[in-house]
T-cell receptor, first 112, second 113 residues
Framework: QKEVEQDPGPLSVPEGAIVSLNCTYS??????FMWYRQYSRKGPELLMY????GNKEDGRFTAQVDKSSKYISLFIRDSQPSDSATYLC????????????FGKGTLLTVNP | DTAVSQTPKYLVTQMGNDKSIKCEQN?????MYWYKQDSKKFLKIMFS???????INETVPNRFSPKSPDKAHLNLHINSLELGDSAVYFC????????????FGSGTQLSVL
């Protein structure tokens, strides 16, 4: 089993839809959870960053972590065509561990 | 003013050749990374340097050799290129106290013919 599993999609939604992106992970040592957004032919950029369980909201984006079920979610409200990108979840265990473990990414297309 | 810049953006070369990719960051970060993204978008770490010291060396063929002349620069040299080396290579940087927050370059698309 891979350490971080993510449905690669692709996911296509109409503008204004609520989008739900999800990952599961297997290593209970993971403490830090990130979502990166990657536009075509660009490097990933950090979108959301949470520590341990709980929710974090930033504008139209909400990141949710449920450590009991090892489940990570990203919700996008009122999705826009500019949200069309690949979304990668990532985790790491903190401490002296410098290595982020990424999911394979979900390709999202928001249609106008 | 680009935060993490890597050159070249595209690299097309023949099997067996040796090539280098250069990376520079102007963010004042102390940790730099090389990631490889394959055709299925899977992003995997290869190497990491903290203050010029190698701290992560994943299971990568020894044809790949990173070099960090200073904290702001991390280069990747690849010997005897193979078809399977074709991928996008990303340089990234972070502060060691906040290593979840990676700043990526725009990538180098390597195509080995």
């Amino acid at each position: 089993q891979k350490e971080v599993e993510q449905d690669p999609g692709p996911l296509s939604v109409p503008e204004g839809a609520i989008v739900s992106l999800n990952c599961t992970y297997s290593n209970s040592a993971f403490q830090y959870f990130m979502w990166y957004r990657q536009y075509s032919r660009k490097g990933p950029e950090l979108l959301m960053y949470t520590y341990s369980s709980g929710n974090k909201e930033d504008g139209r984006f909400t990141a949710q972590v449920d450590k009991s079920s090892k489940y990570i979610s990203l919700f996008i409200r009122d999705s826009q065509p500019s949200d069309s990108a690949t979304y990668l979840c990532a985790t790491h265990s903190g401490g002296s561990n410098y290595k982020l473990t990424f999911g394979k990414g979900t390709l999202l297309t928001v249609n106008p | 003013d680009t935060a993490v810049s890597q050159t070249p953006k595209y690299l097309v070369t023949q099997m067996g050749n040796d090539k280098s990719i250069k990376c520079e960051q102007n963010l004042g970060h102390d940790t730099m990374y090389w990631y490889k993204q394959d055709s299925k978008k899977f992003l995997k770490i290869m190497f990491s340097y903290n203050n010029k010291e190698l701290i992560i060396n994943e299971t990568v063929p020894n044809r790949f050799s990173p070099k960090s002349p200073d904290k702001a620069h991390l280069n990747l040299h690849i010997n005897s290129l193979e078809l399977g080396d074709s991928a996008v290579y990303f340089c990234a940087s972070s502060q060691s106290i906040d290593r979840a927050k990676l700043f990526f370059g725009s990538g180098t698309q390597l195509s080995v013919l």
